[in-house]
C-alpha cells in the first residue's frame, strides 16, 4: 500500500477540508482576528490533518501488506480468510466479515459437489462391477462357441467398461493403490496373455528386452497403463511392439515403441490431453482421445514421468520413468 495511493484516494476528504479552511479564513477575517492567530490556527487544522492521515495510512498499510503478502505465499489461494486477522478499522472488519461469509459459503458449495462427485464416482463403480458379469458371461460363451467376431466386439467393450473405471477413480488415485516392488516383466507378461487373440490376429510380434527388473508402482495401475499403450499400439496398425528397460543408477526407464502410423509432429503437444483425438482420431473413428490422457494422469498420481516421441509412418515411442530407492532390488 503506497502513501500515494492513499492521499489519492482520499482527495475529496481533503478537498473539503481545504473549503473548509477558506470558508475558516474568511469568517476569521470578517471579525478580524489578528493575523498571527489565523496562522496558528490553521497551521494547527494542517497539523491535525497531517496526523490523522499518517495515522490512518500507517494503521491500514500494516493490515493490507500482510493480507498482500499471505495471498502471494499461498498455493491455495482460497484460503487466505484464514490467514488474515480481524483489523481494527471500521472499513476493514467490513471487508474481513464479507471474506469470512464468502469463505463459508463457498466451503458449503465445496462439501455438496464432493457429496455428489462422491456418490456419481460410487454409482459408477458399481455399475461398471454390475457391467462386468455379463460381459465376462458373453466372452465366455463366444469362447466356447468359437465366434471370435463377437469376442472381439466384446473385448472392445470391456476394454471401454474398463476405462470408465480407471478414469472414475483417477481423480483420487491416492486413496487406492499400494506402492510396493513389482515385477516388471511379470506384470507385461500378463498383459501380453491377456491379449493375446487379438495380437495373434493382427500378426504383432513382441520384443521384450532388459524387463527383469523390479519397480516401485502399483501393480494394478501399471496393468492398466501397459494395457492401454499396447491397446493403442495394436489400434494404430503396429506389426512390431517393443518394450524395453535401462536400468540407471537412480531410476529405471520404461520404452514401450511400435512400429505403427505414428503421430503427426503438430499432434505431439498434445496428446497427452483429454478427449484430443488429432489427426490419426479424425483417420480411425475407434478413437476417443482419453487413453492417453488416464495414463498421464495415473503416471502424475503414481509419481512417474511420462513422455512420448513419434515420427508419422516410423514409430511411436512412450517413455515412463519410475523412481528408484532401496527397495527396487528385491526380487
Known sequence: MKMADYLKDRFTEHLIYGISWVLVLIFMA???????????????LLLAVIIADAWGYFRKKSYYDKLRYCLDELDKKYLLSEMVENPDFLDGRIFYETMQETNKSMCEHIAEYRRENKEFQEYIELWVHEIKLPVASLQLMCHNDGNAKYAEQLKRIDDYIENVLYYARSGNAEKDYIIKPVSL????????????????????????????????????????????????????????ISVTADNLPDRIVLYFRDNGIGIPEHDMPYIFDKSFTGENGRT??????MGL????????????????????GEFTEIVITFGKNDIHNVR
Not at 470578517?30 to 494547527?44: E, G, K, M, P, Y
Not at 480411425?284 to 482421445?289: D, E, L, Y
Not at 490422457?293 to 508419422?312: F, M, N, T, W
Open 284 to 289: 480411425h473413428k475407434k478413437s476417443t482421445g
Open 293 to 312: 490422457y488416464i495414463v498421464k494422469k495415473l503416471c502424475d498420481k503414481l509419481g512417474h514421468g511420462v513422455s512420448a516421441q513419434s515420427v508419422q
Open 30 to 44: 470578517a471579525f478580524r482576528i489578528s493575523f498571527q492567530a489565523t496562522v496558528i490556527i490553521s497551521l494547527l
Open 185 to 240: 516383466k511379470r506384470t507385461f507378461a500378463d498383459i501380453a496373455v491377456k491379449n493375446r487373440e487379438e495380437l495373434q490376429e493382427r500378426n504383432i510380434a513382441l520384443r521384450t528386452e532388459n524387463l527383469d527388473v523390479n519397480i516401485m508402482t502399483d501393480g494394478k495401475w501399471l496393468s492398466f497403463i501397459l494395457g492401454q499403450l499396447m491397446g493403442n499400439s495394436m489400434k494404430y496398425k503396429a506389426s512390431e
